[in-house]
């Protein structure tokens, strides 16, 4: 069995094989690859800290929630985006500020990262994503990624503003309001004949 030593020299290798086949392997050290991960995600050098998120995220331990967490401000758009890719595997609801946050963010795979790990909360993203999509003053771009989680969500509570939506004149405002729609069964609707 490799030591942990040699784990994390191959984790920040630089050789992207060689890094991910290491990071599987920390799990099999518990705490201790929890915690040399967890030192590794102050690291300077922004590969070694995207590495030790990934590694992280193999753990089913209420601490990686809050590193992740932490992640998601991290100073390098990468950092961020493997902080977003890994709350998707595990939700916390800390993060909703932040991931609304990252629907506006220029950085187009990080809007999507960050709609996905709102997506990943299920219901509890719900509240916090109506009022985004109900005011005026959001921007066309971050309501698209908003009603797209709602769409994946399929929380009863969205389907009054999804049929708003539905009719509002945006093209992929109505497309992904009508896939929530089907998606939670209401996406057809029938009129009596007169």
Same mark, same amino acid.
């Given at each position: 069995?490799?030591?942990?030593?040699? %784990?994390?020299? !191959?984790?920040?290798?630089? !050789? #992207?094989?060689?890094?991910?086949?290491?990071?599987?392997?920390?799990?099999?050290?518990?705490?201790?690859?929890?915690?040399? %991960?967890?030192?590794?995600?102050?690291? #300077? !050098? @922004?590969?070694? /800290?995207?590495? +030790?998120? /990934?590694?992280?995220?193999?753990?089913? #331990?209420?601490?990686?929630? $809050?590193?992740?967490?932490? +992640?998601?401000? !991290?100073?390098? @758009?990468?950092?961020?985006?493997?902080?977003?890719?890994?709350?998707?595997?595990?939700? $916390?609801?800390?993060?909703?500020?932040?991931?609304?946050? %990252?629907?506006? $963010?220029?950085?187009?795979?990080?809007?999507?990262?960050?709609?996905?790990?709102?997506?990943? %909360?299920?219901?509890?993203?719900?509240?916090?994503?109506?009022?985004?999509? #109900? =005011? =005026?003053?959001?921007?066309?771009?971050?309501?698209? *990624?908003?009603?797209?989680?709602?769409?994946?969500? *399929?929380?009863?509570?969205?389907?009054?503003?999804?049929?708003?939506?539905?009719?509002?004149?945006?093209?992929?405002?109505?497309?992904? +309001?009508?896939?929530?729609?089907?998606?939670?069964?209401?996406?057809?609707?029938?009129?009596?004949? *007169?």
């Amino acid at each position: 069995m490799t030591d942990l030593k040699t %784990l994390l020299a !191959d984790l920040t290798s630089g !050789d #992207e094989p060689r890094a991910e086949s290491a990071a599987v392997q920390f799990v099999s050290f518990g705490k201790k690859g929890l915690y040399a %991960l967890a030192a590794l995600t102050a690291s #300077e !050098d @922004p590969d070694h /800290r995207w590495w +030790a998120l /990934r590694a992280l995220t193999e753990f089913e #331990e209420p601490r990686v929630r $809050n590193l992740l967490l932490l +992640a998601l401000n !991290d100073p390098n @758009p990468g950092v961020q985006a493997c902080a977003a890719l890994g709350l998707r595997l595990h939700p $916390n609801e800390a993060a909703i500020p932040d991931l609304l946050r %990252l629907l506006g $963010n220029e950085d187009k795979l990080l809007s999507r990262l960050g709609r996905d790990a709102l997506a990943g %909360l299920g219901t509890a993203a719900t509240p916090h994503l109506i009022p985004l999509l #109900e =005011e =005026e003053t959001t921007p066309h771009t971050v309501k698209l *990624e908003a009603v797209r989680a709602l769409a994946e969500i *399929e929380d009863p509570a969205s389907i009054s503003l999804l049929f708003k939506l539905s009719q509002s004149g945006s093209g992929l405002l109505t497309h992904w +309001a009508e896939v929530g729609l089907e998606r939670m069964g209401v996406g057809m609707v029938f009129f009596a004949p *007169e």
